[in-house]
């Protein structure tokens, strides 16, 4: 028999799952800033300071929840090899949009100011994937899903 989370629990649970997804856009965004164009250095840079300051507030906030934050790993599996500029765009883009799921999932279990800042990470998760991309999509957060099959 399987037990179903308390809400805490359930709050607690994703915001460990955003960050071990900001861990990973951390590690990633080393690799785009080595292979990024020279005109979207700067912008990986900003990405990943970003993603090291929203690390750091999930940290505290796993902290708060009574729980220990996960730490990073010592490396992570790329999806694909990282060689040109433009493999250094689609990884960010991918790892944006992997953050901004998580972050989706944490807006739905939290209320009040954790969820107003879950959805602000959303939100900057999706712009920057916007941008790298060139584009945006529907409904971000979600897209990841969409060849998930529901239980």
């Known amino acids: 028999m399987t037990s179903i989370p308390s809400p805490a629990g359930r709050v607690l649970e994703a915001a460990q799952a955003a960050l ?39 940290a505290r906030t796993v902290r708060e929840l009574g729980g220990s934050p996960r730490a990073a790993e010592a490396a992570y599996t790329l999806p694909f090899a990282v060689r040109t500029p433009a493999d250094a765009e689609r990884l960010a883009a991918g790892i ?5 799921g998580a972050y989706s999932d944490l807006v739905r279990a939290a209320e009040g100011r954790l969820r107003r800042e879950a959805a602000d990470a959303l939100s900057a998760a999706a712009v920057r994937a916007a941008r790298w991309r060139g584009g945006g999509v529907a409904f ?9 099959p529901r239980s």
């Open 140 to 148: 971000p957060g979600l897209t990841e899903r969409a060849d998930t």
């Open 20 to 58: 071990a997804a900001e861990h990973a856009a951390a590690y990633g965004y080393g690799v785009i800033g080595a292979r990024a164009a020279a005109g979207r250095a700067a912008e990986a840079r900003e990405a990943h300071g970003g993603h090291l300051a929203r690390r750091d507030a999930l």
């Open 96 to 100: 944006e949009d992997r953050v901004a």
